[in-house]
């Protein structure tokens, strides 16, 4: 039984806790702040996070508490009109094998927490902040800002974007600021007007901007998320800011868009970051999980997703370890799972950057071609675009079918480009 201590209590440090105590060794949660608990609203499930619940045992919870809703659909931003949509009914959920679901940050991370409250071999410690640590010839020594340090036989680094661990193992500075500026709340559903509730994820498009609203909380509220493209260049996170600031960004808002926009009262602000696809994950007995390890952007909405998909993979290769084989066997099992995620998470954070700026933000030309390309896909042509996403199974290929890495050190997926797809069939369209 191996003892690993995971860097940060959020869903995903809890679900590597319960991936690493499910294989059967103890995971020690190190969070930061004084209590586990989630910041944000609204966060979208789609059939690979829920492949990855069931494997955590916790997708009961989390299907309880969301909206499985009937479809996502993109629209002209300003004329209203339906660009495309996907209905995520029978023959979707046939094809992926589960429901396209919206949830409240919360209800996800209260599942995960209460799991692991109730998980033998798991232990949450609050108010412990990890900064670094120190691999000797068995063990790792975890570093925290109050002077100790914690021996364990591996360290996690699920300790977010700006995660400690990944300064020292990959040292690679901050993240990358976008540009694009996100105002989110969150409000009743009894406040919105009936014809406006809408059982579907809805994303109105527009030049250099979208707006994103859906019902979280078991359709008791509806989450509303507004992007621009404006180029800001310092990093704010969850900002107290006023409605009329909102409502002046965006005067050019389909008037139904606009009503639920001026629903919102409690905005909070955020300039979205990511980082490029690494190829370093691991030093030793130390790895990066999550966004730790792969920060994307929010256009495919997979950050949780990928999390989710991580844990599993990482609870399946350290599974079978044993006291024994402590030595050099859990600095290799680390470098296999790093191996086996590498690439895929990759691709998505390559996708998503993509998707911001190819199918949510494109201005004339560029949104012209975009709509003539959505206009000719069907369901089926959609779903099958989706395939390699939402079909995928978190428990990975074996680890003797992972592809070798390119001789430049690069990732396949940096090298190959997304893709994605939509990507090769809209660069086709619009050349």
């Known amino acids: 039984m191996l003892n690993i201590a995971i860097a940060g209590g959020g869903i995903g440090g809890l679900a590597a806790a319960l991936a690493v105590a499910r294989s059967g060794h103890t995971a020690q949660v190190l969070e930061r702040n004084t209590e586990f608990a989630e910041l944000g609203a609204g966060i979208q499930l789609a059939p690979n996070a829920f492949r990855a619940l069931d494997r955590l045992g916790v997708a009961e919870p989390v299907r309880a508490s969301a909206v499985h809703v009937d479809a996502l659909r993109l629209m002209d931003g300003r004329s209203g009109a339906a660009l495309v949509s996907l209905p995520l009914g029978d023959a979707y959920q046939r094809r992926f094998g589960s429901p396209y679901s919206v949830v409240q940050r919360g209800d996800l991370h209260t599942a995960l927490l209460r799991a692991c409250h109730a998980h033998d071999r798991v232990t949450l410690l609050s108010g412990v902040t990890v900064t670094g640590y120190r691999n000797t010839p068995d063990a790792v020594d975890v570093l925290t800002a109050d002077g100790r340090s914690i021996e364990a036989d ?69 989450n509303l998320a507004i992007t621009r493209d404006d180029g800001a260049r310092d990093a704010v996170a969850g900002v107290p800011t006023g409605r009329d600031e909102v409502l002046a960004g965006f005067p050019d808002l389909h008037p139904d868009a606009r009503r639920l926009l001026e629903l919102g009262r409690k905005w909070r602000t955020w300039v979205l970051c990511d980082r490029a696809p690494t190829d370093t994950w691991t030093d030793g007995r130390v790895c990066l999980i999550g966004d730790a390890a792969h ?137």
């Open 154 to 222: 591996a360290l996690i680094g699920a300790d977010g974007m700006r995660s400690r661990v990944r300064a020292q193992l990959v040292g690679d500075g901050p993240p990358q600021v976008s540009g694009h500026t996100i105002h989110r709340t969150v409000v009743p559903m009894a406040e919105v007007p009936p014809a406006l509730r809408w059982n579907s994820v809805n994303l109105w498009a527009g030049p250099g901007w979208h707006f994103v609203h859906y019902p979280i909380a078991g359709g008791d509220k509806l």
């Open 295 to 431: 920060p994307m952007l929010q256009y495919a909405a997979q950050g949780a997703c990928m999390a989710l998909e991580d844990a599993v993979v990482l609870g399946e290769t350290l599974d079978g370890s044993s006291p024994h084989a402590v030595g050099p066997d859990v600095a290799g099992r680390l470098a296999r799972f790093a191996a086996l995620r590498r690439e895929r998470t990759a691709r998505v954070q390559e996708v998503s950057r993509w998707m911001g700026h190819a199918l949510y933000h494109p201005d004339g030309a560029e949104a012209d071609a975009r709509d003539a390309l959505l206009a000719s896909l069907s369901p089926d042509g959609l779903m099958e675009a989706m395939d390699w996403l939402h079909a995928h199974d978190s428990a990975g290929p074996p680890v003797a079918a992972v592809r070798p890495r390119p001789a430049s050190g690069r990732s396949a997926a940096s090298d190959q480009g997304p893709r994605f797809p939509l990507d090769r069939r809209f660069r086709t369209c619009h050349t």
